[in-house]
Nanobody, 127 residues
């Protein structure tokens, strides 16, 4: 029903920047919010940040606050993750997610609150 296509992953040196994109299409119902998660090898998937589609309100994990910025382009149904001052510990597969569930308002950092997921894009930060 909702298709999410991610792009922009790659290899970057520590201290550098990278911009991820996630384009949404094929929606029948209005999305409450979209967000980014990441998963490093051997670790659980963790919340990175999210943005409310209607209000633009943004939320970030403490680990990326001040370094990462989420933005949106309503005309393109696309959200972005601008990643600055990248660290090796940021290395992970980054996933775009979307939800129309009210669960978002009570537990937006939980992956169970999101219904649709992209394929993931690899981000590797070298030291």
């Amino acid at each position: 029903q909702v298709q999410l296509v991610e792009s922009g992953g790659g290899l970057v040196q520590a201290g550098g920047s990278l911009r991820l994109s996630c384009a949404a299409s094929g929606r029948t119902f209005s999305s409450v919010a979209m967000g980014w998660f990441r998963q490093a090898p051997g670790k659980e998937r963790e919340f990175v940040g999210s943005i409310s589609w209607s209000s633009g309100m943004r939320y970030y994990a403490d680990s990326v606050k001040g370094r990462f910025t989420i933005s949106r382009d309503e005309d393109k149904n696309t959200i972005y993750l601008q990643m600055n001052s990248l660290k090796p510990e940021d290395t992970a597969v980054y996933y775009c997610a979307a939800t129309s569930s009210r669960t978002y308002y009570t537990d937006r950092t939980n992956e169970r609150a999101y219904e649709y997921w992209g394929q993931g894009t690899q981000v590797t930060v070298s030291s």
